[in-house]
């Protein structure tokens, strides 16, 4: 269990996935994984948005999925929802970056950002978890090589780092509502907890 | 005179959030994208305050302390970690090579402000 309430941490969910024969991991919102295995990463998203990304010369790679905290403060550079995002992009890089890719190496695939919180205050939601993704990869100069973003359905999103391929499934039909539950529970999470971290002097 | 912040850290996002953050205080802002960089900038140019990120390329923030703590003009110099980095291990290493404090990201911009005018004024 993490200290603060915003903390990224790195995805417990292991598995052996019988579809694909291969060694796999579920990543929740607020997690990530990072891999230097050949090994499936998979996610399922609503509003939330994964970044899958790879260091394309030696397959190092990993995905996140989360989502901006707040929604009213406009294009405010130090908001929560600025801070937050590029904390929860920098907890993936910076892994990628210990397991051995190379930043100039690195390439992205961007998932999610579906408009189907239909409670949520704003409506926008998923379209500004998908504007801040981009935005944050252009301004780290890590290319974006494929996109499937914001629409009206959520995603799974199958992820294989060694290689690069992803596959995607729209869910048209969905029969419960665990996404959603966790999305909000997720989001309202990140609204409580005051986005910042400890500060110490010696 | 303004005093003079080196922020050394691979993202260029971060970069910006802490210059916009230190600039609106009246700070003059000299950035680096490494700790190979932060070290080249702080020989170039004297500051009153470094404040690093851990893990970057070429150099990391811990190893460009050590070498910072070896110059003479950078061996009283307050020197703050900026970092995803949150380990009770790591926090002492850093301490042990140097570093003046540890704040872990996201950095709240008050927070920050109020840490930099405590070591520099």
């Known amino acids: ?202 | 005179m303004a005093k003079i912040v080196l922020t050394v850290d691979d993202s260029a996002s971060i970069r910006q959030m802490v210059a916009f953050t230190l600039k609106s205080a009246g700070y003059e802002v000299v950035e680096a994208v490494d700790g190979a960089d932060g070290l080249q900038k702080a020989k170039a140019k004297a500051v009153n305050l470094i404040l690093s990120d851990q893990n970057m390329p070429k150099m990391d923030g811990i190893t460009m302390i050590k070498e910072l703590r070896a110059l003479p003009q950078y061996k009283t110099v307050p020197i703050l970690m900026l970092t995803t980095e949150s380990g009770e291990t790591m926090k002492s290493q850093g301490k042990a090579a140097g570093a003046t404090g540890w704040l872990v990201k996201p950095f709240d911009p008050q927070k920050l402000l109020e840490v930099v005018k405590k070591v520099i004024g």
């Open chain 1, 1 to 202: 269990m993490s200290e603060h309430g915003f903390e990224e941490v790195l995805a417990p969910n292991q598995y052996y996935d019988r579809q694909f024969n291969v060694d796999a991991v579920k990543i929740l919102p607020g997690e990530y994984y990072v891999t230097r295995r050949d090994m499936l990463v998979v996610t399922v998203l609503g509003s939330c948005v994964a970044a899958c990304i790879r260091d394309r010369s030696n397959g190092i790679g990993g995905m996140n999925h989360f989502m901006l905290p707040d929604s009213g403060q406009g294009s405010d550079p130090l908001s929560n929802s600025a801070r937050y995002g590029s904390y929860a992009m920098e907890m993936l890089l910076n892994q990628l970056l210990k397991l051995g890719a190379k930043r100039q190496n690195l390439e992205a695939k961007v998932f999610g950002g579906g408009n189907v919180m239909k409670h949520f205050t704003v409506h926008n939601v998923g379209q500004r978890n998908s504007t801040f993704a981009l935005d944050y990869l252009k301004t780290e100069k890590i290319k974006v090589v494929a996109s499937d973003l914001e629409g009206i359905y959520p995603r799974k999103v199958y992820f294989f780092p060694k290689t690069g391929k992803v596959l995607i499934k729209r869910l048209r039909n969905i029969h419960n509502t665990t996404i959603y539950e966790r999305e909000s529970e997720y989001s309202s999470r990140l609204q409580q907890s005051p986005i910042a971290g400890d500060v110490e002097l010696f």
